[in-house]
């Protein structure tokens, strides 16, 4: 599958971004699609992932509450829409999709077979 990550740009501190994941060549709802960010200088760190079939999601600590993460099967897309957003929250933001991968193991970005490229976030304070 091809991923294409979409929706970044600048935005205000407490403001909210929604962004987009959208694949071709195969349903994007027979994989679990995780999303992962990496900020200027840091390593790339998970931020959150849907499940495929069941549709569990899971959380990073540090987005916990503020973000949600959701299925359009019809425009093959999984969307990540994120509120409150603060300038800790800049980064490259990435998603990525494996047909496998269920689970809290989701979190785990090494067991993503595909990615997509990054899209950028930038919260200004």
């Known amino acids: 599958v091809q991923l294409q990550a979409s929706g970044g740009g600048l935005v205000q501190s407490g403001g909210s971004l929604r962004l987009s994941c959208a694949a071709s060549?195969?349903?994007?709802?027979?994989?679990?699609v995780g999303w992962f960010r990496q900020a200027p200088g840091k390593e790339r760190e998970w931020v959150s992932c849907?499940?495929?079939?069941?549709?569990?999601?899971y959380f990073a600590e540090s987005v916990k509450g503020r973000i949600t993460i959701s299925r359009d099967n019809a425009r093959n897309t999984v969307a990540l829409q994120m509120y409150s957003l603060s300038p800790e929250d800049t980064g490259v933001y990435y998603c990525?999709?494996?047909?496998?991968?269920?689970?809290?193991?989701?979190?785990?970005?090494?067991?993503?077979?595909?990615w997509g490229q990054g899209t950028l976030v930038t919260v200004s304070s």
């Open positions: 990525a999709a494996d047909k496998y991968l269920n689970g809290p193991l989701c979190g785990r970005g090494y067991l993503y077979d595909s």
């Open positions: 849907i499940v495929s079939y069941l549709g569990s999601t």
């Open positions: 060549g195969s349903p994007l709802e027979d994989y679990t």
